[in-house]
């Protein structure tokens, strides 16, 4: 997904790509696009009926800590470990190329990571 927005922050964009955003519960990211027209990243919060609540501008955060302030402050709670887990793996399988290995959720499985890659290599033969 390339966000192309008005000059934004760095560390807005990375808080779009690199799914942060969707770490919270409730969320949906839709990047829209009006032709050549660059468009700030703008955070849409709705009522349970969908009637728009209020708008926040990303780039008015000077840091991904404040954004997530922002995001509890604004009543918005964390996924679980294992929904944020089956997040970023559904984005892995996806191939999302903004999904970096540094960015992975901490296996928690109690196979050996080895005994998972020789069976990834078995299956491949």
């Keep these: 997904m ?11 964009i990375d808080f779009i790509e690199d799914h942060d955003i969707e770490e919270y519960q409730g969320i949906t990211v839709e990047i829209t696009k ?4 660059k468009q700030p990243i703008i955070l849409k919060i709705m009522s349970d009926n969908g009637v728009l609540k209020e708008e926040v501008n990303l780039a008015d955060y000077e ?4 954004l ?4 509890e402050d604004k009543g918005f709670e964390l996924k679980s470990d294992e929904e ?6 559904r984005y892995a399988e ?4 903004h999904f970096d290995d540094d960015d992975e959720v901490e296996d928690d499985d109690e196979v ?3 005994e998972e890659d020789d069976d ?4 491949e033969l």
């Design 120 to 123: 990834e290599l078995e299956e």
């Design 84 to 89: 944020a887990k089956e997040m970023y793996m």
């Design 63 to 66: 840091s991904e800590d404040d």
């Design 112 to 114: 050996d990571d080895d």
């Design 68 to 71: 997530h302030t922002m995001m």
């Design 34 to 37: 009006d032709g050549d027209v």
């Design 2 to 12: 390339d966000i192309n927005v008005l000059d934004q922050p760095e560390h807005v």
């Design 94 to 97: 996806l191939g999302d190329d």
